[in-house]
């Protein structure tokens, strides 16, 4: 009895958002009279630091500094429409609308400046601290505060902006079965190396190893949070989560977090990251968002990796001790395949 | 099944209220105090999100009679900060972007502060052992581990200085 190394990788191209319908996000942005920026939205966070992203991208297009930028994503009911948070797309789409819709604020912000400031608006440029002057005389300046008191109490102007980011549905070609859903691929690689006993049929995630590229990275820390924590829920989804029962009889499906599997704390795999940055043409500042593939590609180079340590092709998941086992004892043993790429 | 009514310290104030006998600690918190800090996750000690302190030691709210707090002291994620000023351990957690969506985060945070409490420089493993019964599904645990060992870290340096 022994207990086997393998290394396994899989490779991943990862689509933006979806195509049922088009995929359109809307954003709503509106000054307050203190000269602080709201921003509506009806995509939820949920905890991938959506709120974060587009409040950065707001505040960059707007000129203003980004603790006067308020997201709101709160209700669907009241909020502009959006198709939702999933399929990776919250970075792409609503970063977009929001890029939108804070120009059209930005345009309305200076014209009210430029009333106070009795100039040319197309003369105007943001500091991004809060005030706005001329171009090339930063003495004739008025706060963006100041600017959205004027209009609010004297000009009668809402500062104010739409945006919405839509990529029309695409249908298929009759003739040469032809699509074009989407518009911006996300790309990663990712090596996984794993011990499997041959005793006991479990797995060890020994460490992993990956490059994304995922266009701009517009906040690395989120970035990094997401890409660790995918992994983790890779591994998961690789060797220990269904909600289907380990044995035929249902009566042996998981109920509860007593019975439904998942790695703890003590569980976790040494990881590192390689981050390119390859900005899309049509991102917001060029990003991509890296979303749902944080945990993609863990999955084919764990099982790749399983079937290089003792020879078992399991194609339905999780990688179970069971399946091993009896991979092993189909094969006659464990089958250790060839090693590639030097030592673990 | 008639009320009967509960006194504690909770985050240091005296609350009362009246509760079922078969109440557990949680429910008496969220629903009866207005504490929404230790959240409900699984309600049969899995998850570990409802973590409280009853007098200093860990307690899962979800799996404790409201009744047998009579008297005690309950420390919740609510009354980790002072005012503005956030627990080292909160203070960590965001440094070390240690929540996602932070349904964990009250439970995290708070076996931190008892295993800190019994143990001011715990090892890797240690750490690990700590919150071994609290779930994550966000963050892969490695930032929440990171942030707990620089508090210890930092504490340990602060007591041979
Ligand atoms: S709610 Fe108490 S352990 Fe899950
Ligand atoms: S941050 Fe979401 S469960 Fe831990």
């Known amino acids: ?344 | 099944m008639a009320k009967v009514p509960v006194q504690f310290r909770l985050n240091g104030s005296d609350r009362a209220a009246f509760a079922d006998p078969a109440d557990n600690l949680l429910t008496v918190l969220r629903r009866g105090l207005n504490d929404f800090g230790p959240k409900y996750g699984c309600g049969q000690g899995t998850c570990g999100t409802c973590s409280v302190l009853v007098d200093g030691e860990l307690r899962l709210a979800c799996l404790t009679l409201a009744a047998s707090c009579e008297g005690a002291s309950i420390e919740t994620v609510s009354g980790m900060a002072d005012g503005p000023n956030l627990h080292p351990l909160q203070q960590a957690f965001m440094e070390h972007f240690a929540a996602q969506c932070g349904f964990c985060t009250p439970g995290m945070l708070t076996a931190a502060k008892a295993l800190l409490a019994r143990n001011p420089n715990p090892s890797r493993d240690e750490i690990i052992d700590g919150i071994a019964g609290n779930i994550c599904r966000c963050t892969g645990y490695e930032p929440i581990i990171a942030a707990i060992e620089s508090v210890a870290r930092g504490a340990a340096a602060g007591q041979r200085r």
């Open chain 1, 1 to 344: 009895m022994a207990r086997f190394r393998g290394r396994g990788m899989a490779s991943v191209n990862y689509p933006i958002g979806m195509n049922l319908g088009g995929d359109p996000s809307q954003a709503l942005i509106h000054s307050n009279p203190d000269g602080k920026f709201t921003v509506a939205l009806s995509a939820i966070d949920l905890g991938q630091g959506m709120k974060q992203v587009t409040r950065q991208v707001a505040a960059e297009t707007l000129g203003v500094p980004i603790e006067d930028v308020y997201v709101d994503t709160a209700d669907s009911d009241t909020g502009p429409h959006d198709m939702g948070s999933f399929a990776s797309r919250g970075t792409h789409r609503m970063g977009n609308a929001v890029i939108a819709a804070a120009r059209e604020a930005r345009g309305v912000l200076l014209e009210a400046a430029a009333e106070e400031l009795e100039v040319n608006a197309a003369d105007l440029v943001t500091d991004g601290k809060g005030n706005i002057h001329v171009k090339g005389a930063p003495s004739r300046s008025i706060t963006v505060r100041a600017t959205a008191q004027a209009a609010q109490f004297k000009q009668g102007k809402t500062i104010a902006g739409r945006g919405i980011f839509l990529i029309p549905l695409s249908s298929v070609d009759p003739e040469t079965g032809e699509m074009n859903p989407n518009t911006a691929f996300a790309h990663a690689c990712l090596v996984a190396d794993v011990e499997v006993d041959d005793e006991t049929g479990e797995v060890t995630v020994l460490g992993m190893n990956s490059a994304y590229e995922l266009g701009r990275v517009i906040n690395p820390k989120m970035v990094e949070q997401q890409l660790v924590g995918g992994a983790w829920m890779g591994i998961s989804h690789a060797l220990y989560e269904t909600p289907e029962p380990y044995y035929p009889n249902p009566d042996h499906g998981p109920r509860d977090f007593n019975e439904y599997l998942m790695p703890g704390p003590g569980d976790i795999a040494p990881y590192s990251i390689a981050i390119l940055e390859r900005p899309a043409p049509d991102g917001p500042f060029g990003g991509k968002g890296p979303g749902e593939m944080c945990a993609n590609p863990v999955l084919p180079a764990i099982a790749n990796a399983v079937y290089n340590a003792v020879g078992v092709r399991v194609n339905d998941l999780p990688i179970t001790p069971e399946k091993i086992l009896r991979g092993i004892r189909a094969n006659g043993g464990a089958k250790p395949q060839a090693r590639r790429g030097g030592a673990l």
